[in-house]
């Protein structure tokens, strides 16, 4: 989080944007504006990857990096708190001729490769997983490193993550029958873990995979606290080295407590998972997306989903409860209240299905003998005897639906194709007639279009992409936080006619941050597209930041007048306003011109520490006319912005509209000073 200097800090106030256009830069300004160069620079920074470090690749893109001259990384899968995950070939086991070699790799991300006790984290994260054997857990094989490179091998699963289902079911929310047993999966693993004596601390929808078999797999156990129990055998070494302490949670499923620094609790994963129930029954968060800090402070209550018991409603609500004392104390317990109900008659499926398959039969069997359509619309097979029949199960194969992700092979098969090589044409083609046909002739393959791109992009929640062609070649930038969806873009992308070649400059976001995407998207996608120039980037290399260090960024303006607005997104749900801002009030820059904000140190880097989100937003008019609040809740002033922008598109200035976004990495001082300090290991 950035905080502004205490009274006392000197700083002489900048002039209006506009007049410092054309003025020599002062040395007291903290604002210094100048033409913008030819080409606008990247809108992010990253620090070069460490000495020893492997390149790993990114989403999708194949890489010729092999770990240890055994796991050969060939696609990035998501980004988790710690590091990321790649699907990769395990040659041991094409050694071996296994019919499945993959395996999935987490890397240690730079950020924690740099801290001295990365290793023992990763270490401690296996041991904890590898305890874990429960159908319901994704399988931790084993830890090592490759040089600098820290690894851990897991299964690799294939599916579709949670997140991405509650998605697809829209705010209307997934069906009671759908959902009951996913929830049953997840209190499951939850059970086990917390009888193990360790709390998953990160649990959330991107963390629950459903495989193709309907299997619930919880992933990603990395920042898991082993908790007291009450026979206070927990291991002792677990005090010497806190994953937790590496911030590496999602701040709109934690509680308060976790969120507060306390000491982690099965309860806290209670909360989290009456989160996910919520939202996966009511198609929305239980607090709109606020966290629970939030929530509690002003005294929320979410509103009972529809469709649910009063046995069921009181088993949620209980769960979410915001203070940790007045929540349910197991997850057994909540299973007991709120699946109970569910399975009371868990004959009458089972009866149901057996009465409708009695009901198909019957009818099959005796079902009247209509008359048969003309030979112009029936689809004609041959029969046992050589005597053409109809067949009326032809007429429904066109119903058959495709599967979403797959390649793109047709869903929908000809008569012919169905048949075999050596049988006659299933349609019959009157005489004569097939004589004056041409040749069948397979149709030239069609250049990839930017439509057809565009839709597979718009498929992407949470979301801020561009592609670009270049012949054969497409490549996709921008931001996301569906990191599943992302790693099969690839695979889509490929399937289009013509495109060859295949790569992407996604930076991940985490889930919380979303409400913040999904308003600046549509303006960051337009500021790419139309070329406008606006752009916010580091003034220095790189976008780790530490305690106490200022925070300077630069940032260029469109070919045209504009007010300037950059805001600074903290993880505990705040906004913190940047420009306009009591340290820079007049917000008015010229047109093409360039700043550097910040090096007169009136922005200092704070706590919480993690992974923040800052916004560029320009527009042709002011965007509020009364100052804001240094620092409001998040969500009241994204409302806000959403209204003005509505005015100004309605007032004939949508073009006029552009954003950015800057991704930053904080840390304390401890962690700082840990990264520099030599390996122990």
């Known amino acids: 989080m950035v905080k502004r200097e205490p009274p006392g800090h000197e700083f002489s106030p900048s002039q209006p944007l506009a007049q410092q256009a054309n003025q020599a830069p002062h040395p007291d300004q903290g604002t210094r504006f100048e033409p913008a160069l030819a080409e606008v620079p990247e809108a992010n920074a990253y620090p070069a990857p460490r000495e020893g470090h492997v390149s ?24 988790g708190g710690m590091g990321t995950v790649y699907r990769a070939l395990d040659l041991r086991r094409v050694e071996a001729e296994d019919r499945n070699p993959y395996v999935a790799v987490k890397i240690l991300s730079l950020q924690f490769q740099a801290h001295p006790s990365s290793f023992i984290a990763l270490q401690r994260e296996a041991k904890k997983a590898q305890s874990l054997a429960h159908p319901n857990i994704v399988t931790v094989y084993d830890f090592d490193r490759d040089g600098a490179t820290v690894y851990m091998t897991m299964e690799y699963l294939t599916g579709q ?40 601390c990160d649990f959330k929808p991107a963390n629950v995979l459903a495989n193709e078999r309907g299997e619930v797999k919880v992933i990603d156990f990395g920042i898991a606290r082993a908790f007291k129990q009450a026979e206070d055998d927990v291991d002792l070494e677990a005090t010497r080295f806190d994953p937790g302490s590496l911030r590496a949670l999602t701040p709109t499923y934690a509680s308060a407590e976790m969120l507060e620094d306390r000491e982690p609790d099965p309860r806290d994963d209670i909360y989290a998972l009456g989160c996910i129930a919520y939202e996966m029954l009511a198609g929305h968060h239980p607090f709109d997306g606020l966290t629970s800090i939030e929530a509690r402070s002003r005294g929320l209550i979410p509103k009972r989903v529809p469709g649910l018991t009063a046995r069921q409603w009181r088993a949620l609500r209980a769960a979410l409860a915001l203070e940790r004392e007045q929540r349910t104390p197991t997850v057994a317990q909540f299973v007991k209240q709120f699946l109970a109900s569910q399975r009371r008659l868990p004959w009458l499926p089972l009866v149901a299905g057996f009465l409708i398959l009695l009901s198909a039969i019957s009818l099959y069997h005796f079902k009247p003998r209509w008359p048969l359509p003309s030979p112009e619309t029936a689809a004609i097979t041959p029969s046992a005897t050589g005597k053409a029949e109809a067949d009326p199960l032809k007429e429904d194969r066109s ?32 005489p004569g007639i097939a004589d004056v046909l041409p040749p069948a002739v397979s149709p030239p393959e069609q250049a990839v279009s930017a439509a057809s791109l565009s839709r597979l992009l718009e498929r992407i929640s949470c979301s801020a992409l561009t592609a670009s062609l270049h012949g054969s070649a497409v490549a996709v930038a921008g931001f996301s936080s569906d990191q599943l969806a992302m790693g099969r873009l690839q695979e889509q992308v490929l399937s289009l006619p013509g495109v060859r070649q295949f790569s992407n400059d996604v930076h991940l ?19 790419r597209r139309e070329r406008l120039g606006a752009s916010i980037s580091p003034a220095r290399p790189g976008s780790v930041f530490t305690e106490g260090e200022r925070l300077v960024i630069k940032i260029t303006t469109p070919a045209y007048p504009s007010y300037v607005n950059i805001d600074y997104f903290t993880l505990n749900g705040e906004v913190v306003h940047l420009v306009p801002s009591p340290d820079i009030s007049d917000n008015q820059a010229p047109a093409s011109s360039r700043a550097t904000l910040g090096d007169l140190g009136e922005w200092r880097i704070g706590p919480p520490f993690g992974r923040d989100l800052i916004a560029l937003l320009i527009t042709p008019e002011a965007l509020f006319t009364l100052p804001r609040p240094p620092n409001e809740p998040r969500s009241d002033y994204l409302a806000a912005v959403a209204k003005r922008l509505k005015e100004m598109e309605a007032n004939g200035k949508p073009t006029q509209i552009a ?8 840390q304390s001082t401890s962690q700082a000073r840990l990264s520099q300090a030599p390996d122990r290991q």
């Not at 999708?60 to 980004?79: C, I, S, Y």
């Open 56 to 79: 790993p690749p990114k989403h999708g893109q194949p890489a010729a990096q092999t770990l240890n001259n055994r796991f050969v990384l060939k696609e990035q899968l998501g980004t």
């Open 161 to 200: 993550s949670l997140r991405e289902q509650i998605k697809a079911a829209g705010s209307a929310g997934m069906r009671p029958q759908e959902a009951f047993p996913l929830i049953e999966g997840m209190a499951k693993a939850l059970i086990y873990a917390h009888e193990k004596g360790i709390v998953h």
């Open 399 to 430: 119903l058959a639906i495709p599967s979403l992700g797959r390649s793109s092979e047709p869903a929908i098969k000809t008569n012919e194709a169905a048949q075999g090589a050596d049988e006659p044409p299933a349609r019959a083609i009157a």
């Open 509 to 527: 976001l985490d889930e919380d941050q979303c409400d913040v995407l999904e308003l600046y998207a549509s303006h960051w996608i337009s500021n």
């Open 659 to 666: 954003a950015d976004l800057l991704l930053i990495t904080t």
